[in-house]
């Protein structure tokens, strides 16, 4: 088993930035890739980067979310990192970080009912 903890989700001003944290714990070693999605109300769960694992390589659902959503992690601390730039009122969101045990093309990291384990998510909202 693999626990998951958001954390960081917190009110922010349009424009800022922003950095999440998902601390893993448990079977670490089992952990392929991680990634990011976010859920806003009423709309579907939404992916915007992973990470493998071991090397470090990174997937985005596209070259906007590349651009603004930075993804890293910590092999160390069993942390990964996201961090978002120029917040947008349309970032509000519910952010949740999952792990998949499979390894897989990067490409394919982008379904999220191929991940195996997830947060709890941590709330972001931005004000205009």
């Known amino acids: 088993q693999v626990q998951l903890v958001e954390t960081g989700g917190r009110l922010a001003q349009t424009g800022s930035s922003l950095s999440l944290s998902c601390l893993a714990s448990?079977?670490?070693?089992?952990?392929?890739?991680m990634g990011w999605f976010r859920q806003a109300p009423g709309k579907e769960r939404e992916f915007l980067r992973a990470?493998?694992?071991?090397?470090?390589?990174?997937?985005s659902a596209n070259d906007v979310v590349m651009g603004r959503f930075g993804i890293t992690r910590e092999i160390a601390k069993n942390t990964m990192y996201l961090q978002i730039h120029t917040l947008q009122p349309d970032d509000s969101a519910v952010y949740y970080c999952?792990?998949?045990?499979?390894?897989?093309?990067?490409?394919?990291?982008?379904?999220?009912?191929?991940?195996?384990?997830w947060g709890q998510g941590t709330q972001v909202t931005v004000s205009s």
């Open positions: 999952a792990a998949d045990t499979h390894l897989d093309r990067l490409s394919d990291y982008d379904v999220a009912d191929d991940y195996d384990y």
């Open positions: 448990g079977h670490t070693g089992t952990i392929a890739a």
């Open positions: 990470i493998r694992w071991n090397d470090g390589n990174t997937y």
